[in-house]
């Protein structure tokens, strides 16, 4: 007879109408704390790709795997639908926006059906929907009450063609990386000079042309616009504290978050500034104010208020800041113009020149800084090619030579030519200094407030009516949603030439007015998204308060690290906002959170645009998903094989083999010494793939599911298996494997005529518990390789028989004592004082002294008696491997190989 062949795309079909007519993976409303379990969703592009089916992948199983254990399980799909994308896509294809959504929703929600992902869909959301975005502009309301929302003139990153403004994040440069969200700021004086990571030519100035559009890598330009901001400044010191309690984010998401905030302690010092039609204070903010008496100019940004009045009477300088705020400035730029503006240092009284440069930006720090060429690089870059003085104020604690004129010294060390604070350690002298009446204590940010606003159609409208009148008046809210009007074909922004959406009334006056034509940043949509699947159809809110009380952080959420200073920083800026506002008791949206890492094909990230991309269904869905997850761990990058995928296959069929292989397969109800071995390495297995889906370790799942039909086969095949242990394991297998290959995990459920759905099954528990599982199969494992390095070297190739000799029982009471021992005191003679040592002195002293030498490195061992069960119910796995009579016994006081027996390492003799 034939072997039946597994085949998802022949099953999947009928279960996943099985779990629909269920509502398996429907989360009740009254469902009390369930665990939500979230993939970040999709941008609607067209179809998923490897990244997407990973992703969904790592959720979808550990959702199974909790419904397994016994837990109500929230896990909802939808949709980010706005964007620029669409819009491009459509204007190429001589369609509409929405309509190329729909059809690539429609495209994509279908595969994500044939890859088994167990959504709850009656939850199922559409960000462009009104019924969405009419929530957007709710909130937007709400914020603008509570001094959220600012709208103002800005030097903004503009995309000529994309023709929309860009946030910081989406600006990209050659070695930055998507968004930049890994800048790292390591300015020496942590104020308004350049950020490190920018581009910048050899004298620290802007390179502007290397900056480019995250989307279409166009140069980005300068722009002055009017621009909306949500304030996120305002939480700046909060989101920045609470990384501290992330514990379940990943180091590496928390350091980019740091880093991007940017909290920086130092102190504002105050100089006069003097000069045609000028006279007033300008703050600097520093780091290191212990440098201060090594300043020799004042630097602006070109956007400094000083700098705007300095222009008003000078054309050159005027000239400059017009260049300095497009992107119009190239590599012959100087980075700087001298003003007819002085400054008076605060503690020499010596007038500094004052220079407007491009390395200040305006809306870090104050936007001004003092020039410490001595211990700046950026500075001394500047100075150099100012031929502007160098004074040296700081020296190495070592007396180290230095040359500031050729290197500048940017470490602490102790203070010269400094005064009164001559001879003073750098931190003492920045505590001292800030006593003085020009020095004030001062916390900054590098953080930014979000620039929201979008020069496109695609996107939330701002509910925001422009009166000349009333000035800027809120939509009220009984006119939400202010809907899109009809797309028209424009290369600049569709709003602005639909009269019928601009021109309208003043809610507040009356008055004929004008809506704002800018739409929202996407990312507000996915800002608060996981709050609209609690409730998706609350009609009187954004969603339930009382359910998000209840429901909310979210348990578990998967997603790229590429989205720490986007996306992830967003969602905890919005929950805080939220809290503040009364509609949420969390100030933290995610307890935990998954990056998962990328998948290569020959070296190279699988992308389509570099040709190397797989579609997920070329090697059927199901041996897709299994490989992604069984390949790696979901943090690491992996190399997508076609060796590998055919090892995932193999599985998949030697698994169905098995179980619709069952009743050819003779069984007893007699018992054996290998039923015991083989029934206690299932409750291993059980407490190991517990463990292992409790750390997100589905690769070591796979490999236990391997592992153990291994065994199970080897089992059937050597005598004649007990009939209970052996569908006991085939049963537990089921359950391993059904997280990570759901199609596969349901045919086997129903071919071991079990009852009801997998999916919905208990979750396999250890009879009885195996606390030491680690131990017992290490032990196994060793004396087998052990076994095998003997008949090696000794060169025997057909063993009659083995003798396995487990340590006298005072030798684990030896072992235990020196491990538990502080090194530091007698360990061999407090141990001899043990009575169950102490009994054998004569051989005890030289076996503790080898247990002392080896210290810290001892591990932790089973006790003699269950060191002495596990190898001899392991027996069976020795006398099928080697074909020899397998004896296992303990050690005596008179036995030849009771020396050579130790804790974790029996004797072995083989005849």
């Known amino acids: 007879m034939s072997q039946e062949w597994y085949s998802s795309q022949r099953v999947g079909g009928y279960w996943r109408y099985v779990w629909d007519a269920e509502g398996v993976f429907e989360c009740d409303d009254d469902a009390v704390d369930p665990t939500y379990v979230l993939g970040m969703f999709p941008y609607t592009s067209g179809s998923l790709h490897m990244g997407h089916v990973r992703n969904y992948a790592i959720t979808d199983a550990y959702a199974r795997y909790r419904l397994l254990r016994g837990d109500d399980v929230l896990q909802p799909m939808g949709w980010d639908a706005f964007g620029l994308p669409a819009e491009n896509a459509a204007y190429e294809r001589d369609t509409d926006p929405e309509s190329w959504t729909r059809t690539c929703i429609e495209g994509m929600r279908e595969e994500m059906e044939t890859m088994g992902f167990g959504y709850d869909w009656s939850r199922e959301m559409t960000t462009c929907e009104p019924e969405y975005y009419r929530w957007n502009q709710w909130l937007f309301t709400r914020f603008y009450e509570e001094g959220l929302v600012e709208y103002e003139g800005a030097r903004v990153n503009w995309c000529p063609d994309c023709e929309t403004v860009l946030a910081d994040a989406q600006v990209e440069t050659p070695a930055s990386g998507a968004g930049d969200e890994e800048r790292d700021f390591r300015d020496g004086d942590g104020d308004s000079r350049e950020r490190e990571g920018d581009p910048r030519d050899e004298h620290g100035d802007h390179a502007h042309a290397a900056a480019v559009c995250w989307r279409c890598e166009t140069p980005v330009e300068g722009r002055e616009l009017d621009q909306w901001f949500f304030t996120i400044t305002d939480y700046a010191e909060e989101l920045h504290a609470g990384l501290d309690e992330l514990d379940g984010w990943p180091d590496s998401v928390r350091d980019i978050q740091r880093n991007w905030i940017g909290r920086q302690q130092g102190a504002y010092v105050s100089f006069p500034v003097s000069g045609p039609g000028v006279d007033r204070e300008v703050e600097v903010f520093t780091t290191r104010v212990d440098t201060v008496f090594g300043a020799t100019f004042l630097a602006l940004s070109p956007d400094h208020p000083l700098a705007t009045a300095l222009a008003a009477d000078d054309e050159d300088v005027a000239a400059f800041v017009e260049r300095a705020r497009s992107a119009a400035s190239d590599r012959a730029d100087p980075g700087g113009i001298a003003t ?126 422009h009166c000349d009148e009333c000035g800027h008046v809120p939509v009220p809210e009984e006119d939400l949603p202010v809907e899109l009007p009809p797309y028209i074909r424009t290369p600049g922004n569709p709003l602005e030439e639909s009269a019928d959406f601009v021109e309208t009334e003043c809610p507040d006056c009356g008055r004929p007015a004008e809506r704002e034509t800018d739409t929202m940043d996407t990312f507000v949509d996915s800002s608060w998204y996981f709050l609209r699947f609690l409730s998706p159809d609350h009609d009187e809110a954004p969603f339930d308060a009382d359910l998000a009380a209840e429901w909310l952080p979210v348990d578990v959420y998967v997603g790229g690290e590429e989205h720490a200073v986007l996306h992830l920083l967003y969602i905890r800026f919005f929950t805080r906002a939220l809290a503040d506002l009364g509609l949420l008791d969390v100030r933290e949206p995610v307890e935990r959170l998954i990056n998962q890492g990328t998948v290569l094909y020959e070296g190279e990230k699988m992308s389509a645009s570099r040709g190397n991309a797989i579609s997920p269904h070329e090697y059927g869905a199901e041996t897709t998903r299994l490989f992604l997850l069984s390949a790696a761990h979901p943090a690491q990058d992996f190399e997508w094989t076609v060796t590998d995928v055919g090892t995932v296959y193999d599985l998949q069929q030697r698994l169905y083999a098995m179980v619709t292989g069952l009743d050819g397969v003779a069984t007893t109800d007699a018992r054996r010494r290998q039923d015991e071995y083989v029934d206690r390495e299932i409750d291993r297995t059980i407490a190991a793939v517990t463990d292992e889906y409790d750390r997100f370790r589905f690769h070591r799942v796979f490999n236990e599911a391997r592992s153990l039909a291994g065994l199970l086969r080897r089992y059937r095949d050597h005598g004649t298996p007990n009939d209970a242990t052996y569908r006991r394991g085939l049963r537990a297998l089921t359950r391993f494997i059904a997280p990570l290959a759901p199609y596969l995990g349901e045919e086997l459920w129903n071919r071991l005529d079990t009852e009801g759905l997998v999916v919905e099954a208990d979750w396999p528990e250890p009879e009885p518990a195996v ?93 003699p008696e269950r060191e002495l069960a596990v190898l001899e119910a392991a027996a069976w796995l020795f006398e099928d491997e080697f074909g020899a009579e397998v004896t296992v016994r303990q050690a005596d006081a008179d036995d030849d190989l009771a020396d050579s027996a130790e804790p974790a390492r029996p004797a072995i003799h083989i005849s």
């Open 340 to 465: 007819a503006a002085t400054a008076t240092h605060p503690f020499t009284g010596e007038d500094l020149p004052v220079f407007v440069a491009d390395y200040v930006l305006g809306d870090v720090g104050t936007g001004a800084v003092m020039g410490v060429p001595a211990h700046n690089v950026r500075d001394r870059s500047f100075a150099r090619h100012h031929d502007l003085p160098v004074r040296q104020v700081v020296e190495p604690v070592d007396g180290a030579a230095t040359d500031p004129s050729a290197e500048p010294f940017t470490g602490d060390g102790m203070l010269t030519d400094s005064g009164e604070y001559d001879g003073l350690a750098s931190s003492a002298a920045r505590e001292r200094l800030l006593a003085a009446d020009a020095v004030e204590a001062a916390t900054e940010y590098r953080l930014r407030d979000w620039l929201i606003s979008r020069q496109r159609y695609w996107g939330t409208p701002i509910p925001i009516v």
């Open 771 to 863: 606390p030491e599982y680690e131990l017992e199969r290490g032990l196994v494992e060793r004396t087998l390789d052990d076994v095998r390095d003997i008949t090696t070297v000794v060169d025997i190739d057909d063993p009659g028989e083995i003798e396995v000799v487990v340590a006298e029982p005072w030798k684990h009471r030896a072992y235990e004592l020196v491990r538990a021992a502080d090194p530091t005191d007698a360990v061999v003679a407090s141990a001899l004082e043990d009575d169950r040592v102490a009994d054998h002195r004569e051989r005890a002293g030289e076996f503790l002294a080898e247990l002392t030498e080896r210290g810290e490195g001892l591990e932790p061992v089973l006790d």
